[in-house]
């Protein structure tokens, strides 16, 4: 029964979802864990993979990705509190980025990032802990 159910909805969800990332260019996956406080500030161009996890207020800005780093080799990064992620940043592959941290604009982040920390870059180096 439960399936019988499940398949309107789930074409309802794809259609909203394909919908959605046409007007605001955002693709922010249910299956993403997203803490309280998430915000985007600018949308346009932000893509999310359906693993990743944010932590509580997190903010993100266009042209951000937070992804896989290789198709086909799963592993998406794992973001801490109160972490800025700056505009055009890419944090990418299995990586953990720590409370209070910032990332800066156009970032490469593809190693873990510690708490409070400033990741600046391509690829992205700690130039504060």
């Known amino acids: 029964k439960r399936r019988g159910l499940r398949m309107p909805f789930s074409f309802i969800y794809k259609i909203l979802f394909l919908f959605i990332q046409i007007i ?4 922010l996956p249910c299956e993403a864990k997203v803490g309280k406080g998430f915000t ?3 949308f346009g161009n932000i893509i999310v993979s359906g693993d990743a996890v944010f932590g509580d207020d997190v903010i993100i800005r ?8 290789h198709t086909g080799i799963r592993g998406s990064p794992t973001i801490g509190n ?14 953990q980025i720590g409370d209070d941290v910032a990332i800066g604009a156009n970032a ?5 990032v510690p708490a409070n920390s400033i990741a600046v870059g391509v ?3 700690i130039i504060h802990s």
Do not use: C, S
């Open 123 to 125: 690829p992205a180096k």
């Open 82 to 95: 109160r972490v800025d992620i700056g505009v055009g940043a890419k944090l990418l592959g299995p990586i």
């Open 108 to 112: 490469v982040v593809i190693k873990d």
């Open 24 to 27: 605001t260019g955002i693709e």
């Open 40 to 42: 985007i500030e600018h």
């Open 62 to 69: 266009n042209g951000v990705t937070v992804g896989l780093k």
